[in-house]
T-cell receptor
């Protein structure tokens, strides 16, 4: 069974600090996705990582993928309050129908304190 | 921009009622998904569809069914609603796996069964 685990589940940090969220998954996958969810709202795509060693950056967020270690990281640099949200990682899994399903982690709730 | 629209943001239904949740996407995507989101459990896949009239069970299909009569519309049906189906329901769509794209989500339907 494919499992996707994130840690930490909750993260409270001061503005200006750096931190990393980790996403581990249990079976081979070459693609990993990061999403953001604001309270009461839906999921918004942040990054799509398509191969081993992929690194993408947007503002204060940087995501990387190590397919050999089955690990992705989401690094936050100099956090600001606007980054407060829940962050999900997901991998896709090929089904017998030939299509892909997305399997999500449990999410990391980030709170940035002013 | 991809748009995935769910018919209701909030619903309150009584135990035993038959409940329909509707989802429409406007990007001609082949794949559509229904997830439920519960605190501490992340997103769990209920059903997905890879083509009109084609469907596959996800990880938690019990108590649910789906319908996809047209490519743009994917319906989730709670045959006889129960209180343990109180949850946030999220619909998503994606294009074929060859295009390596992420899933795009609707705004969510918060269902309360009383």
């Amino acid at each position: 069974e494919l499992k996707v685990e994130q840690n930490p589940l909750f993260l409270s940090m001061q503005e200006g600090k750096n931190y990393t969220i980790y996403c581990n998954y249990s079976t081979t996958s070459d693609r990993l996705y990061w999403y953001r969810q604001d309270p009461g709202k839906s999921l918004e795509s942040l990054f799509v990582l398509l191969s081993n060693g992929a690194v993408k950056q947007e503002g204060r967020l940087m995501a990387s993928l190590d397919t050999k270690a089955r690990l992705s990281t989401l690094h936050i640099t100099a956090a600001v309050h606007d980054l407060s949200a829940t962050y999900f990682c997901a991998v896709d899994r090929l089904e017998t129908s030939g299509t892909y399903k997305y399997i999500f982690g449990t999410g990391t709730r980030l709170k940035v304190l002013a | 921009d991809v748009k995935v629209t769910q018919s209701s943001r909030y619903l309150v239904k009584r135990t035993g009622e038959k409940v329909f949740l509707e989802c429409v996407q406007d990007m001609d995507h082949e794949n559509m998904f229904w997830y439920r989101q519960d605190p501490g459990l992340g997103l769990r896949l209920i059903y997905f569809s890879y083509d009109v009239k084609m469907k596959e069970k996800g990880d938690i299909p019990e108590g649910y069914s789906v319908s996809r009569e047209k490519k743009e519309r994917f319906s989730l049906i709670l045959e006889s609603a129960s209180t343990n189906q109180t949850s946030m329901y999220l619909c998503a769509s994606s294009s074929t796996p060859d295009l390596y794209t992420e899933a795009f989500f609707g705004q969510g339907t918060r269902l309360t069964v009383v």
